[in-house]
């Protein structure tokens, strides 16, 4: 069966703080893509990266980073001296490799930075 | 480069009442989806369409649900005979056809069923 866990419902942090947002996935496909979405209270998923299950290095934008290990099947993402305008909803997803499939999303993460 | 477009933003009605969605994909954009979104749960895909065909449903999708993309542009989702349990925020997507290309999604129509 193919699942994408979030086990962190709500995080909160304060400015400045780095965090760590955790996703475990399951497929017995062995190619496969992952995806991170934020969700603003505005509503709209905008995508933030995809990851591919051949490439296991890790990605650094800006203040963003990801952590993809696939010998323990997560896809961790990192934001860096966090500010009060990354606060939204992370959801993690994952994609196979099987033509239409639509994406498998976790239930998301709630990340809220005060000031 | 304008995204993914979707109409109304809100829809409240009463239980019973049928309800219409439209999506405006992202132009050069051959694929559409739909999900559905209830409070705090991620999106779960309803349908797909590649061009004008819908390739394929979930099992979400009840026969009160029915969706078209007439000429492979924009799309529409049709809810027949409303239930409260229909209550949620109805999300489209479209993307290229390559299986790696990222999903691009609209604001959404949240629907309330009264």
């Known amino acids: 069966a193919q699942k994408v866990t979030q086990a962190q419902t709500e995080i909160s942090v304060v400015e400045k703080e780095d965090v760590t947002l955790d996703c475990v996935y399951e497929?017995?496909?062995?190619?496969?893509?992952l995806f991170w979405y934020k969700q603003p209270p505005s509503g709209e998923l905008v995508f933030l990266i995809r990851?591919?299950?051949?490439?296991?290095q890790n990605e650094i934008s800006g203040r963003y980073s990801w952590n993809f290990q696939k010998s323990t099947s997560s896809f961790n993402f990192t934001i860096t001296a966090s500010q009060v305008v990354d606060s939204a909803v992370y959801f993690c997803a994952l994609y196979l490799n099987q033509a239409g499939t639509a994406l498998i999303f976790g239930k998301g993460t709630t990340l809220s930075v005060s000031s | 480069d304008t995204g993914v477009s979707q109409n109304p933003r809100h829809k409240i009605t009463k239980r019973g009442q049928n309800v219409t969605f439209r999506c405006d994909p992202i132009?050069?954009?051959?694929?559409l989806y739909w999900y559905r979104q209830t409070l705090g749960q991620g999106p779960e895909f309803l349908t797909y369409f590649q061009n004008e065909a819908q390739l394929e449903k979930s099992r979400l999708l009840s026969d009160r649900f029915s969706a078209e993309r007439p000429k492979g542009s924009f799309s529409t989702l049709e809810i027949q005979r409303t239930e409260q349990g229909d209550s949620a925020m109805y999300l489209c997507?479209?993307?290229?056809?390559?299986?790696?290309?990222?999903?691009?999604f609209g604001d959404g129509t949240r629907l309330s069923i009264l």
């Open positions: 132009s050069e954009h051959n694929r």
């Open positions: 497929t017995r496909d062995t190619t496969y893509y």
């Open positions: 990851r591919n299950s051949f490439d296991e």
């Open positions: 997507a479209s993307s290229l056809e390559r299986q790696d290309q990222p999903q691009h």
